[in-house]
């Protein structure tokens, strides 16, 4: 590790069944993809999208390239099966058309 105090977050992901939270601890300089295998590197065999998936920190989309600060938490995250937009417009009925 480089000078300086290492950095301590979460590497977190989730599929529909189950949640996975990895705990890592990274040099000053370490990356979102460093994170990401590190993580990795504690789950070789779980069936995770480590390289395909967007990643992010706290719910907000970011580069692995960006560079996590201590206790935050990298999520990676999975598409949504559909858009939670057209399912509600797919569950309510039309509403009428006002006749003027």
Known sequence: M??????????AYADSTRQYVW??????D???ADAIEAARS???DADIPWHSAPVGIFGETRSRTDS?????????????????????RA??????KSSR
């Open 2 to 11: 480089s000078r300086g105090a290492a950095k301590r977050c979460e590497v």
């Open 23 to 28: 705990a890592v601890v990274l040099s000053p």
């Open 30 to 32: 370490a990356t979102i």
């Open 42 to 44: 504690q789950a070789p």
């Open 68 to 88: 996590p600060a201590d206790g935050d938490r990298i999520e990676l995250y999975r598409p949504l099966r559909d858009d939670p937009k057209h399912r509600r």
């Open 91 to 96: 569950q309510c009925p039309p509403r009428p």
